[in-house]
């Protein structure tokens, strides 16, 4: 099944297979998401969930449950590297200090 994320402050929109990751699909999509340890240690990667869109998005694993509480992250945010995309979503990149990586 294909999904479509929309990427912002870009206004950039893809179509991507469902049922992966947002990070990996957005990067192989050419979609630029900062990442960095990509196993939700650094909070490089994390994007805010767009007008209501958070339904695009599988649950949080206890993973990324677990990070999103130690990063004091509000609610809509979500890290890239553990997201798993299940329906289209509208996300905007959050700036982040420090050691990025963009592919």
């Known amino acids: 099944m294909k999904v479509r994320i929309r990427l912002q402050p870009d206004d950039r929109e893809v ?34 969930v767009l007008n209501g869109t958070e339904a695009g998005l599988a649950p949080p694993s206890v993973i990324e449950a677990a990070a999103l509480e130690a990063f004091a992250a509000p609610e809509g945010v979500r890290l890239a590297c553990q997201a798993y995309l299940v329906r289209d979503v509208e996300v905007g990149r959050i700036p982040e200090t420090g050691t990025k990586h963009w592919r």
């Open 15 to 48: 179509e991507v297979q469902a049922e992966q990751r947002l990070l990996d699909a957005a990067l192989d999509a050419g979609l630029p998401i900062p990442f960095g340890c990509q196993s939700a240690r650094c909070g490089v990667c994390r994007v805010r």
